[in-house]
């Protein structure tokens, strides 16, 4: 999990609530990145972000919203909009070369429970 | 929308044997990599290999890769414990997005 933290490890939240999840990189990577994963599948892209102050959406963004005001933070709303938030959530940053992804770094997740 | 499927599913093995993991994807790929998540875990970078190389080791781990067929294998030998865990796979289509499969859970016994 080095070099990046992820708070808090468990969540729980009442319906109607936004909750913010924290994700934090020492690795000095540009991109990061948040993935939703629910029991026994794989990894589903939330949101993604290349540079700073710049993000797009991934696969399943609706319900959630982020922003990247400071190259090493990547924080996730789970917003009320978002009818079925209760999951496992990876943040991971990497670093990117032009069209290419290579390595990701993982944090170590926070699980969401409504 | 997941373009990597594990197979199999779940694997059961006894210390010391070895463990084959099998992924199959759709596109046309930049690179292919595996990954490790032990249970409530973040995920661990274990190998990445490029659409022209065709195999890779490291340590105790082999990648193939056969981009005609789509596919790729992930091999464990002389498995341990610890090596108990879910293993996926994600491809990068030519982009910046890594896709994951629903991955393979496999269980070494003592």
């Known amino acids: 999990d080095g070099g990046i933290t992820q708070s808090p490890k468990y969540l729980f939240r009442k319906e109607g609530q936004n909750v913010t999840l924290s994700c934090e990189q020492n690795l000095n990577h540009d991109a990061m990145y948040w993935y939703r994963q629910d029991p026994g599948q794989g990894l589903r892209l939330i949101y993604y972000?290349?540079?700073?102050?710049?993000?797009q959406k991934g696969d399943i963004a609706e319900g959630y919203s982020v922003s990247r005001e400071k190259k090493e933070s990547f924080p996730l709303t789970v917003t009320s909009a978002q009818k079925n938030p209760t999951a496992f959530y990876l943040c991971?940053?990497?670093?990117?070369?032009?069209?290419?992804?290579?390595?990701?770094?993982f944090g170590p997740g926070t699980r969401l429970t409504v | 929308s997941q373009q990597g499927e594990e197979d199999p599913q779940a694997l059961s093995i006894q210390e010391g044997e070895n463990a084959t993991m099998n992924c199959s994807y759709k596109?046309?790929?930049?690179?292919l990599q595996w990954y490790r998540q032990n249970s409530g875990r973040g995920l661990v970078h274990l190998i990445l290999i490029r659409s022209n190389e065709r195999e890779k080791h490291s340590g105790r781990l082999r990648v193939t890769l056969d981009t005609s067929k789509k596919s790729s294998s992930l091999l464990i030998t002389a498995s341990r414990a610890a090596d108990t865990a879910s293993y996926f796979c994600?491809?990068?289509?030519?982009?910046?997005?890594?896709?994951f499969g629903a991955g393979t859970i496999l269980r070494v016994k003592s």
């Open positions: 972000s290349q540079i700073v102050n710049d993000f």
């Open positions: 991971a940053s990497g670093e990117t070369s032009g069209s290419k992804t290579d390595t990701q770094y």
């Open positions: 596109t046309s790929i930049n690179n």
């Open positions: 994600a491809t990068v289509p030519y982009g910046n997005k890594l896709v």
